[in-house]
């Protein structure tokens, strides 16, 4: 493990981690790229092929599979899994060279799950405990504890 500030953490010789701000035990494996104002927590996982811009907060105990792009505005709380190939986006009408004042937020609360390929529309919370299935479509805040599923993803059932 590499050491920085007293906090030991791994990562993969082919990965390009340029931030500071990482927990004690993270993991990054090959072919991650995060940037140098993202904060990781500790004991985290952070699998191949991954990308984290500079405005990305992601607490403790988190995993985020591979193919996963964490956009700037995205908040990612304690215990949250983050399944293989999930979207995220950040803003509502983008063009090409055309930014917004400010991108969207989303915030995923402790404990939520989000299954392989579900897509979040930016400006969605999704609350503690929740879970989305796998190719969801999440257009709406997901409250606590709840289970939505679909295109575009609707309540199924309490968690």
């Known amino acids: 493990m590499e050491q920085n500030n007293k906090h030991d953490y791994f990562i993969h010789p ?10 004690s035990n993270s993991l990054f494996w090959q072919f991650c790229v995060v940037l140098k104002g993202a904060e990781i927590g500790d004991n985290c996982n952070i699998c191949s092929h991954t990308f984290i811009e500079n405005n990305v907060v992601i607490g403790n105990n988190v995993t985020v599979k591979s193919g996963v792009y964490l956009w700037d505005g995205l908040t990612i709380e304690d215990n949250v899994f983050i399944g293989p190939n999930v979207t995220f ?71």
Do not use: H
């Open 89 to 159: 986006t950040n803003d509502k009408y983008p063009r090409s060279k055309q930014y917004p004042e400010k991108f969207q937020t989303i915030i995923l609360k402790d404990g939520a799950s989000i299954g392989a390929n579900a897509t979040i529309l930016g400006g969605i919370n999704i609350g503690y405990n929740a879970m989305i299935g796998a190719g969801s479509v999440v257009t709406k805040n997901v409250p606590n504890g709840e289970l939505w599923v679909g295109n575009p993803a609707k309540f199924v059932r309490k968690i």
């Open 14 to 23: 082919l990965a390009e981690v340029l931030t500071k701000s990482i927990g």
